[in-house]
């Protein structure tokens, strides 16, 4: 057991969430657990992932949730495994509700994008109800950046996943360039988004100013009797030279929304209530938010990408596989399904009390040595 890789769980801890500070000890090496020496509580190595508190072995629930992950449909997995349902349905809760937060932490950080496409999936659910699901994915990286369910497709919905890609996005960046299909909502809820308050010093709610460097493209297909006869490329904000050169510097090729495109093809696969003509339907919005997370953490940490390979030296490997996390600088190595669940995502840094009068010399102490 190694303390250096762990850290204090307890919200109410100074030491939370701080690595290698020797704040903390052995508890107890046969359950593994550890005991912090600021605030003299023990925890559990397994607090703060899927495991915790899980009587069922770590390797059967990898495995169950590596087949949720790559579309086994839920009644396949209850048959071969014995299982309970409602088992199998709090293990996807946990995992994705882990996914989801380790996606926060690592890939919702401001970095340049370049471009972006988005767009919708149409998922069937049970009782003939209709639900909608987007997604968005970072061309050059293939970093799957987030994803919104909603009941209907509507400004909401696209509002939802514009925002995680806002905390994706830097403004500092040499450009920013959105491509989606012909549906109204994201252009109106890009450029509402996309804004910061204009700090003055007056009196006042501030003025909303649009980031620089943003750009917004339409790529609108018209079909006839079902054949796709044209396809119209809209520019709908900025300018067509600084988008030809942000095109060519970051896919080339022309104007499209392949990629996302290919990325809901793999959505599709590796969920089996996104299936065109499945059984497997999704019964609520939440287990579909659920699993829409365990599938694309999975797709994004361990999962090599074909297109973003390199050659390998010479003698050895002829090819070196990388995941979209690595491409981005995420990750140095492919992780492990059981690496993914049993990732660690530090609480939020402690902030001393507020408090009348002057600190205690004890607090002052806290303070210098834990927000430092």
């Not at 994706?168 to 890009?190: E, M, N, P, R, W």
């Not at 003055?200 to 297909?221: A, D, F, M």
């Not at 060519?248 to 089996?272: D, M, P």
């Not at 999962?303 to 596989?321: F, Y």
Request: charged share 25%; aromatic share 6%.
């Amino acid at each position: 057991m190694d303390s250096t890789n762990v850290f204090c769980p307890n919200e109410a801890c100074p030491a939370r969430g701080q690595l290698g500070k020797g704040n903390l000890t052995v508890h107890d090496r046969k359950k593994r657990r550890y005991r912090c020496t600021v605030c003299k509580k023990p925890f559990s190595q397994r607090h703060g992932t899927p495991f915790y508190r899980l009587r069922t072995p770590v390797e059967t629930v990898v495995l169950v949730l590596k087949l949720l992950a790559h579309g086994c449909p839920l009644q396949a997995i209850v048959f071969a495994f014995a299982i309970d349902e409602r088992t199998v349905m709090t293990w996807l809760e946990r995992s994705g509700s882990h996914c989801q937060a380790v996606q926060e932490h690592l890939v919702e950080q401001p970095r340049d994008l370049g471009e972006v496409q988005m767009d919708e999936i149409r998922v069937r659910m049970r009782g003939k109800v209709v639900s909608w699901m987007a997604l968005a994915i970072d061309v050059p990286t293939r970093l799957w950046l987030g994803g919104a369910v909603a009941v209907a497709r509507d400004a909401q919905l696209i509002q939802q996943l514009v925002e995680r890609v806002k905390r994706a996005s830097s403004a500092l960046g040499q450009g920013l360039l959105f491509v989606t299909d012909g549906l109204k909502s994201y252009a109106s809820q890009i450029k509402a988004v996309f804004r910061e308050p204009l700090v003055t010093g007056e009196l006042g709610r501030p003025k909303l100013i649009e980031w620089p460097k943003l750009h917004i493209v339409q790529v609108i297909k018209r079909y006839v009797e079902g054949k796709l006869e044209k396809i119209e490329r809209r520019i709908v904000q900025g300018d067509a030279a600084t988008i030809e050169r942000l095109r060519h510097q970051v896919s080339g090729g022309v104007l499209n929304t392949a990629f996302i495109e290919r990325l809901n093809s793999t959505f599709r696969s590796h969920l089996a209530a996104l299936g065109r003509r499945t059984r497997a339907l999704a019964g609520e919005c939440r287990s579909l938010q659920w699993a829409m997370y365990l599938t694309g953490a999975t797709y994004n940490f361990c999962c090599e990408h074909a297109s973003l390979r390199l050659p390998g030296l010479i003698g050895g490997h002829k090819w070196l596989g990388r995941t979209p996390a690595m491409a981005a600088g995420l990750s140095d190595h492919c992780w492990t399904m059981e690496e993914l669940l049993t990732y660690q995502v530090p609480p939020p840094p402690w902030r001393p009390p507020k408090q009348r009068g002057r600190p205690s010399r004890a607090l002052k102490a806290l303070i210098e040595k834990w927000t430092s």
